[in-house]
Nanobody, 118 residues
Framework: QVQLVESGGGLVQAGGSLRLSCAAS????????MGWLRQAPGKEREFVAT????????NYADSAKGRFTISRDNAKNTVYLQMNSLKAEDTAVYYC???????????WGQGTQVTVSS
């Protein structure tokens, strides 16, 4: 199995920045695409960003494009989400996810809370 542990969440004022980290352990050889999802209070879980195994391709939700940057360091088995120009609507629990062959999001982290004050 693969374990994912997020860190870096917290409270930030609107316009500020945070960097989330997600460290993978276990059978990391089975992981291909990784990404971030989030769930805001009273809302459905939504896609934020994904990155392929080699880091060559990224995808972002429209709400994140231009403000968030996803990256990964395979030597450290870690994926990052740099969040700039944060808005109150970015407030959510952010989940690190990882896919493997046959399962898009086979592995999930425990989530890290991001709160943006307006």
């Amino acid at each position: 199995q693969v374990q994912l542990v997020e860190s870096g969440g917290g409270l930030v004022q609107a316009g500020g920045s945070l960097r989330l980290s997600c460290a993978a352990s276990g059978r990391t050889f089975s992981v291909n695409t990784m990404g971030w999802l989030r769930q805001a209070p009273g809302k459905e879980r939504e896609f934020v960003a994904t990155i392929t195994r080699d880091g060559g391709s990224t995808n972002y939700a429209d709400s994140a494009k231009g403000r968030f940057t996803i990256s990964r360091d395979n030597a450290k088995n870690t994926v990052y989400l740099q969040m700039n120009s944060l808005k109150a609507e970015d407030t959510a629990v952010y989940y690190c996810v990882a896919g493997r062959r046959g399962a898009t999001w086979a592995y999930w982290g425990q989530g890290t809370q991001v709160t943006v004050s307006s």
